[in-house]
């Protein structure tokens, strides 16, 4: 009896290890095609983001879905161009100004607050424009002003890797997007049969957290960059245009995010302004901190709130690493997609837990 458990112990199907080679070949595979499932992976993201739009077009205004994904393609291109010929040089114009400033600020701080101590010969800021090459940084950037306006294809093609992969992502996810439930075909193509309906729910959950977390980001961001445009404005704070896309751009960051935002703008106005203009921007983003607080977050975010603040930030540094612009991209719905593959697995335990307690009642009743 010993020999035959221990021959059953070890002895190995020869399923088992052609499944093993097969599991293993896959990531083989896939790390020497890693690009192309990049370039799938976003595409779907990207089908499924329109995917909401494509249906209020049917619904609303019975457009048919081919038109209806057409015109959405149309005005994302519309818009973003528009951005990046319009809006993102008045930025970087901007940010080019605040460069230049840097020594004045620096020399402000120094002389006011502590009598000029710091801008001694050997001091950090006495010899901050040596240590940064301010010249050098605004030659770059105004040749990026330059070549901006005329190359938003090139721009495009060169954060998603190359020409041919952009080119691959907007057809790949206007033929996903096209099709009805287009998504959901192609998951049923590369899922085993016995996972289709399981792997096709999990992704629907999961797209709903990303779009709930993308509204009340956005919403959130919007709001509090325009109360910050409007605020710097009215006080005559310099850059308010880039202030105010610092503001939105760090409410991404839980509980840091407003403070760090509010450093630039609080320097600016005090070299600007004095301590009278920095205290009064200190109070307008106080005032803006408190009423996103308590009327904002709990009127907007609180109700479509998908995915944890923390859980972003670490998704998007871990993609940024691992992949860059299109790791970006992808880390929020990756992490998504496992916050409610987590939330099952904890489910079926539960459940588990509660069958084998039921089981136990059941046999201590008999």
């Known amino acids: 009896m010993n020999k035959e458990k221990e021959n059953l112990t070890i002895r190995v199907d020869s399923g088992t290890i052609i499944k093993t080679i097969i599991i293993a070949l896959l990531f083989v595979a896939l790390y020497i095609i890693k690009d192309m499932v ?22 609303k205004l019975h457009i048919p879905r081919l038109l209806g994904v057409i015109i959405i393609y149309l005005l994302v291109f519309i818009f973003t161009f528009g951005i990046l010929y319009f809006f993102v040089p008045l930025v970087l114009n901007e940010t080019i100004d605040v460069i230049l400033r840097i020594p004045e600020i620096a020399k402000s701080f120094g002389s006011d607050l502590t009598s000029g101590q710091f801008l001694k010969s050997g001091s950090a800021l006495g010899n901050l424009s040596k240590t940064i090459s301010l010249q050098s940084v605004l030659l770059q950037l105004q040749t990026l002003v330059s070549n901006l306006s005329g190359s938003v294809v090139s721009i495009f093609s060169k954060v998603f890797g190359g020409l041919l992969s952009f080119i691959l992502i907007i057809v790949i996810s206007f033929y996903l997007s096209v099709q009805e439930k287009g998504i959901h075909n192609f998951l049923r193509i590369v899922t085993p049969y016995k996972n289709e309906k ?26 509090v960059g325009i109360l910050v445009f409007l605020g710097l404005t009215v006080l005559g704070v310099k850059n308010a245009l880039l202030l105010a896309i610092l503001a939105a751009t760090f409410e991404i960051i839980p509980l840091f995010g407003p403070v760090l935002s509010s450093i630039p703008a609080i320097a600016i106005a005090f070299v600007d302004g004095g301590i009278t203009l920095s205290l009064m921007v200190i109070g307008l983003y106080v005032i803006i901190q408190q009423f996103e607080n308590h009327l904002i977050y709990p009127l907007v975010v609180k109700k479509v709130v998908g995915v944890p603040p923390l859980i972003v930030i670490i998704a998007l540094v871990i993609g940024a690493k691992l992949a860059g612009f299109i790791g970006i991209l992808l880390s929020v719905p990756i992490a998504a997609i496992l916050m409610e593959y987590a939330n099952d697995l904890d ?20």
């Not at 096709?200 to 509204?215: A, E, F, P, V, Y």
């Not at 509660?354 to 009743?365: A, L, Q, W």
């Open 347 to 366: 489910e079926r335990k539960k459940r588990l837990y509660e069958k084998m307690c039921s089981e136990v009642i059941d046999d201590s009743k008999k």
């Open 38 to 59: 990049l370039i799938i992976l976003v595409a779907i993201v990207i089908a499924s983001a329109i995917e909401p739009a494509t249906l209020w077009f049917q619904k």
């Open 198 to 223: 399981y792997v096709i729910g999990l992704w629907d959950r999961s797209q709903k957290k990303i779009g709930r977390w993308m509204q009340g980001q956005l919403i959130l961001a919007v709001i």
